[in-house]
């Protein structure tokens, strides 16, 4: 069983920053994913196991990046957040690097961090 820890989220205003952290338990490769009010879970970011290979929504590109250590730990790296970035965003990992940009390669979720931006 993977163990998937997200931290880093929190109350900022538009146009701030933030970087969510998500500690893995075994390497993998992870996507990010957010939850918004009322809507379904979506696709944010995703990286592969070696990190050679990154991807990223086109409402988030040029905004987030995603990036990992040379360990277990992947980020989000947010900046120039707006107001519709608000969600619940959770890390999860994939055993395979294919189909990252969709829910079901993942076997194993975090508990989501909650990323709130006043306009």
């Known amino acids: 069983q993977v163990q998937l820890v997200e931290s880093g989220g929190g109350l900022v205003q538009a146009g701030d920053s933030l970087r969510l952290s998500c500690a893995a338990s075994?390497?993998?490769?992870v996507g990010w994913f957010r939850q918004r009010p009322g809507r379904e879970r979506e696709f944010v970011a995703a990286?592969?196991?070696?990190?050679?290979?990154k991807y990223h929504a086109n409402s988030v590109r040029g905004r987030f990046t995603i990036s990992r250590d040379s360990a277990k730990t992947v980020y989000l790296s947010m900046n120039n957040l707006k107001p519709e970035d608000t969600a619940v965003y959770y890390c999860?990992?994939?055993?395979?690097?294919?189909?990252?940009?969709?829910?079901?390669?993942?076997?194993?979720w975090g508990q989501g961090t909650q990323v709130t931006v006043s306009s």
């Open positions: 999860a990992a994939a055993p395979s690097n294919r189909n990252l940009d969709s829910a079901w390669p993942y076997a194993y």
């Open positions: 075994e390497r993998y490769a």
């Open positions: 990286i592969t196991y070696s990190g050679a290979n």
